[in-house]
Nanobody
Framework: VQLQASGGGLVQAGGSLRLSCGVS????????MGWYRQAPGKQRELVTD???????NYADSVKGRFSISRDIAKNTVYLQMNSLRPKDTGVYYC?????????WGPGTEVTVSS
């Protein structure tokens, strides 16, 4: 399975970005898919996920600001990020929440300036 995250960039605090994650080699609708981020010097953390049934879950730090969605036909998962904060800076990855996860792709870097 290959994961290709894109859409990151440099944005000012309060701005928005939309990340995309294209998945090849498997079908996203049968898996719980998650967006993770790794801030500089920190461990990778789960930010949000969407279950096979479409239920979404969010870390408290992003609740109300981020929104995960998916396009099953395109086999792509999205992360809409609004009201971005400097603490949202990091490399964002998508992956399934299966155990073990698929091999991690390169991620997409998000930098939020104050």
């Amino acid at each position: 399975v290959q994961l290709q995250a894109s859409g990151g960039g440099l944005v000012q605090a309060g701005g928005s970005l939309r990340l995309s994650c294209g998945v090849s080699g498997s079908i996203i609708k049968i898996w719980t898919m998650g967006w993770y981020r790794q801030a500089p010097g920190k461990q990778r953390e789960l930010v949000t996920d969407i279950t096979s049934g479409g239920t979404t879950n969010y870390a408290d730090s992003v609740k109300g600001r981020f929104s995960i969605s998916r396009d099953i036909a395109k086999n792509t998962v999205y992360l809409q990020m609004n009201s971005l904060r400097p603490k949202d800076t990091g490399v964002y990855y998508c992956n399934s929440m299966r155990s073990p996860p698929w091999s991690w792709g390169p991620g997409t870097e998000v930098t939020v300036s104050s």
